[in-house]
């Protein structure tokens, strides 16, 4: 496996491989959902990229960006270990300079749920998926459906900005206990792990609701809102999968999320139905 | 030459081209400028394509769109004249959705000059430049000097998203007289293009007194404004290639910038100096 550093060597470098190449951008602290990322990738590509960048433009200025869990040696041996060709570590300083062309997510879709409390933070996002797909121009990009939103935001990117990369998204993957793989699990204190259960067990009512024929958003996310009590709610919608409100769940079309606070840590989830 | 009205098709078609393609984007109304963007292209590509699209988002809320020269025919004529190979004429609706991603200019760089009088105009140009790059893939791209700043931040955007794509600045091409040609010229009745050629006089000035040793920047627009007058003006400024202020002329290094307006018509012109 070859570690670089600088977007320009990177470019050059893929411009001698004329394969196909699967990306997968990530911010480190590399768990089994994102080696189950590039695992497809490895099936579906004849060479893969990771890039690891804690990414400074998608955290708003009273996130704690410092605090992200790092871990920068466990990354490249989980890496190596998962035959990726290249792995791409840049700095933040040559990613961006000064007074910047920015992406700028859609008014209405980039504003609400994660987006609503995080104004901004999908500009971020964008921007840096922007810049890290047109230094890799891969075949493929690689996404979790954990972070719906955001694989929402950069297919409409694609395609609305006519970019030439297929984004497949990838199930997420869960403790045995139902908990969503995420870096941020980290921070959760054994009695708030306790309580994020909450989070998949509100999902699996919901699921099971509409396994019995209960249709009506409003019924179902009440009831979701019953399980995960007492914890801070976000936000808990059922939209179709081009992320509009629908008023009832339509089968093979459908998304329920959740965001909740647990202790001071943020937690996202949700279900394809 | 094709004539090409779906971004899809023409993206298809250009990957059976396997040649060095340039490409020239245009709003219409074609003249001897346009012209000169598409020889140079000819000279240093072995396939060239045109667009014109009069992209809707440039323009602010109380800017006249529909006002804006159209000459469809004369155009097509133009580039069947000048050996373009495809040329792409798509309409709105298949250029733009709803709620969209888009591109932000940069804070600084993108709100001064024309960007201050006309806020967010630099986000609708930078927008569709991107889409078409990205529809059209092209080795090289030609934007003439005369919208120096557009240039600047069309440059800025490929280098700080790593866009694969050359930029290729193009001399901006004058009436005999001196007038920089542009389409806008159309709206000036006889009187107010004789008014007109108070810009390049201005410039000629400005030129003259560096010819002579004079660098103040200060001293250089005070007499520009002189012969000016009583023109209204947007901006005169002396600005180094990366467009910020400079107090002195640095030859080699400067672009002497003018807008005013003629009648009801914004002009704008420049040196390079």
Redesign the interface.
Known sequence: MKIISS?LEL?EQLKEVHKTVGFIPTMGALHEGHISLIKKAKEQNEFVVVSVFLNPTQFLKDEDLDKYPKKDEADKKICELSGVDILFLPSADVMY?E????????????YVLEGFSRPSHF?GV?TVV??LL??V?PTRAYFGKKDAQQLN?IS??VK?????VEIVPVDTVREKDGLALSSRNAYLTPSHREEALKIPSSLRTASAMVSKGVLDSKEITSKMREVLAPLEIFYVEILDREFNQISHVEIGNTVILVEVKVGTTRLLDNIWL
Request: glycine share 6%; no cysteine; hydrophobic share 50%.
């Open positions: 977007p470019k300079g007074d910047e062309v920015a992406l700028l997510a859609p008014k209405v879709r980039g500009n964008l922007m810049k047109n230094i121009n935001l409409l990117m609305q900005l006519f970019m030439d």
